[in-house]
């Protein structure tokens, strides 16, 4: 007698089972990866965003200085940090007493630049960055029209003493001037008198070469300070 032979049907529903489960299991893999190439994707868009919005801050709002120098001191001291406001004179006049920063090689008091010096300020810039060095920082004395003249160790400003409390005691400044500053233009010096290059040197120095003003002295934190 013949034998029929059929398939136990616990071992196919047992085959299907598996197949499901694989299939199953596949599509929870493909899901996992999916979510991980999301998260990588937000997270690189993430990074690209800041970047671009830290780029657009540093380059149109405001920027941090690095201090090499004791020019400015003792209102701001070597390896201090400060941060510039680069819109405040784009709704503002300069005003005497204000520490400003400004661009030495656009005013022509710096060294003349290489091409490599000029491609790497160029790509600084892009990023938001500056050149330590390129920048001079300085305190206004006398603004477009007045006349400045220091006799005896004073700063007289039209003929009237200037009051400058932030000096070091003992300061003594040489005889300069009288003055006149141009329009458009303004007379700088370094609250260290004696360690500044500044106007008495260099001249006055043009309004549109000014990167901005300086806000605050924001690191080292022992040294915070507004300005």
């Not at 136990?8 to 085959?15: C, G, H, I, K, Q």
């Not at 040197?201 to 924001?218: E, M, Q, Y």
Request: aromatic share 8%; hydrophobic share 45%; charged share 25%.
């Amino acid at each position: 007698m013949a034998t029929d032979l059929r398939p136990d049907p616990f071992d196919t529903l047992r085959v299907s089972h598996d197949d499901h489960g694989e299939q199953r299991a596949g599509s929870e893999r493909s899901r996992a990866i999916r979510r991980r190439l999301r998260s990588v994707r937000d997270f690189v868009i993430l990074v690209v965003a800041a970047f671009v919005t830290a780029i657009v801050v540093e380059t149109f709002f405001i920027q941090a200085f690095f201090i090499p120098s004791g020019s400015m001191e003792e209102t701001l001291n070597v390896d201090d940090w400060v941060v510039v406001n680069k819109l405040a004179y784009r709704f503002g006049d300069v005003q005497r007493g204000d520490v400003v920063v400004f661009d030495e090689i656009t005013l022509g008091v710096g060294a003349p630049e290489s091409i490599t010096g000029s491609v790497t300020r160029t790509i600084g810039e892009a990023l938001g960055t500056r050149t330590p060095g390129v920048e001079l920082i300085k305190r206004v004395i006398a603004v477009g029209g007045e006349t400045i003249e220091i006799r005896g160790g004073v700063i007289y400003i039209d003929g009237l003493v200037l009051l400058e409390e932030y000096l070091a005691p003992g300061t003594v400044m040489p005889p300069f001037g009288p003055v006149t500053v141009p329009p458009g233009e303004v007379f700088v010096m370094g609250d260290n008198r004696n360690r500044s290059k500044d106007s008495r040197v260099f001249g006055t120095v043009p309004v549109d070469v000014i990167v901005g003003r300086a806000l605050a002295v924001v690191w080292p934190m022992e040294n915070w300070n507004g300005l």
